[in-house]
């Protein structure tokens, strides 16, 4: 591998870039445990709706920039080539950057924020407005279009609900993986699915569809292969990828998988409503409309059985001020909005003082 | 490390040893995920009850035989290693092994039996009887002193039930392991404990001690550090540690650790009447009388809030014939009896046939 240098070879590309790369940008970062992708926007003028389609100037993708996962200097030069690959396509300087808005996972404490914060500011001048935040604000945001309020329930392989108040509390519930009771997310719900086979086939459990459907689409011959195909692979991603299947199951009338989708909808409705309490996002009255933004594959790839229409439909008859948003933009575009966002409330405020 | 030679070295010690050697014994072996045991034990005639104590000539200890955990060469080396130990310690040379019991961890198809009986062959001369079953074996016959009938419940880190009858039918349930739904595990006791503080925490779930409890017990000052503690080590055994926790919790009349307890209590009594009903064990009117053998960490080191207790009361309301069993041999100590069993009924069908 090439070693690179810090702000060395990877910004050499700023020598070549004329006047043009000057005109002002922002970036917008959402760096999940799979990828991080990078989008290049220009600083456009107040409108309400923004502009449709929002102005993109570029987008750059690169791998994991979770520190958790990869290790600190990994994580750190993965997200600089990816700002500098966007940075290159859309043909601005660093110079050109107002504000940068890193939704990273795996950042869950200040020090977590501190830390990236401070790689951050080893590449861009302290005029640069930065903004770093867990990636569920990312994700909140793409729904909001750049505002912190409401609360987004994000449910693929795993699952976390994560709500902000307008005043600037947070608060989140679930996100704390398989062991520590994430039931409802696309890993909880197939990772029940291979349990009611197992116990379907040692009489613990009722006869089901899931049985058949899941050894076919797995090319296994017998539940006793089940163990040995479960255990062969640590991924998560793997075991949730047989949601599709569960889902399935359930449309064709299986009593079993019904159950189990059943119960997902009640843990991810549970954790909606936990975090929507404790912020008092539903008003005193309990009936104050509240944006929800639903993000991942479970709730998404829906066809008559449709988890996250049935979560809405729960959380509603507790709160029915709840709004579900299935977001347009990705959450890249979402954290640039939001860096927007902080930028333009920033601009007033200095404005006001004068 | 000193490269050993199959029927070389490990068996140098045999020139050494004198006419004594050659008094007849069989060999039990106990072959778990830690550690393997072997249990020398000379041929004795028959006497019901049977002699107290049992005569053991010598017992060895050596590391994990599970193939699937150490691979083929390393379980074959430590099975061979820990029979020449013992056989050393009691001074017997190969040629007065009558018997070898091998109940082991990971002997789950014929195609496992196969391969492991067929490690012994190369081992021993083929006048000598050899026998290889599922460490469950073992477990079984430690409490009904070599006879292979009935159910056996093992609860520790994992769980599984075993049944057999005497007309050499089997039946399992559980054992799968904590994704595939070993929910009344000690894995699953304390996963699910820790679940209860994450949901506590988040405002999912009751406030409970478990909380202030299992958090100091680790020395971590909040639930949100739990998260990291967990996925820091895949090691199931640490977290189903816990279980003594959660059981003073539940005496000190926690209901959320109750209530874990509870549920514990119900699957494992599942596992047993899944078993107990397919091998028809209760009789045909479910009144006959059986032996359930309890083993396992979860089901003895219980004060006030007894979980063996509540397992077999359970069972008895569906099975009141259910005799509960709690082993006063080991394992391996279970597998000479079973061999000695075998070899006893085989003496007495060729008896017959002359």
Redo the contacts between chains.
């Keep these: 591998m090439k070693k690179r240098y810090r702000n060395g070879e990877i910004w050499d590309f700023e020598h070549e870039i004329g006047e043009l790369g000057n005109r002002e940008v922002i970036l917008g970062l959402d760096g999940g445990t799979t990828s991080t992708v990078c989008i290049c926007m220009p600083i456009f003028p107040f409108s309400d709706p923004f502009p449709d389609p929002l102005p993109v100037l570029a987008r750059a993708v690169a791998g994991c920039s979770n520190h958790n996962s990869v290790g600190e200097t990994a994580a750190r030069e993965t997200l600089e080539q990816v700002m500098a690959d966007a940075l290159l396509k859309s043909g601005s300087n660093r110079s050109a950057v107002r504000a940068v808005c890193l939704s990273v996972s795996g950042v ?2 200040s020090t977590d924020e501190l830390r990236v914060l401070n790689w951050l500011r080893e590449i861009f001048p302290t005029h640069v407005k930065l903004y770093v935040q867990n990636d569920a604000v990312a994700a909140l945001s793409s729904g909001t279009m750049g505002k912190l309020h409401g609360c987004v329930l994000i449910a693929g392989t795993g699952t976390i609900a994560f709500g902000f108040t307008e005043d600037g509390r947070q ?4 996100g ?2 398989p ?3 994430d039931w409802g997310s696309g890993y909880g719900i197939a ?1 029940q699915a ?3 086979i ?2 379907a086939y ?3 459990g009722p006869v089901t569809i899931l049985s058949s459907n899941i050894l076919q689409t797995l090319g296994l011959s017998s539940p ?1 292969e ?2 040995g195909w ?2 062969a692979d ?1 991924s998560w991603a793997r ?1 949730a990828a047989l949601v599709p299947v569960v889902v399935s199951c359930a449309e064709a009338g299986d009593r079993v998988a019904h159950e189990i989708l059943q119960d997902s909808v009640e843990e991810l409705a ?2 909606v409503k ?2 929507v ?2 912020l008092g996002l539903c008003g005193e009255d309990g009936k104050a409309s509240f944006p929800l933004v639903m993000v991942g594959g479970v709730l998404e790839a829906n066809k008559r059985w449709d988890i996250g229409k049935e979560v809405v439909n729960h959380i509603s008859k507790s709160y029915p001020g709840v709004l579900p948003i299935h977001p347009k933009v990705e959450p890249a575009v979402g954290a640039a909005l939001l860096g927007w966002n902080f930028l333009m409330t920033e601009s007033h405020k200095e404005a006001c003082k004068r």
Tied chains: 1, 2.
């Design positions: 869950n404490h608060a989140r519930a679930a704390a993986g062991v520590l009771g990772a291979l349990t009611a197992v116990r040692d009489g613990r006793d089940l163990i479960t255990y640590p075991i549970l954790s936990a975090v309490q404790r």
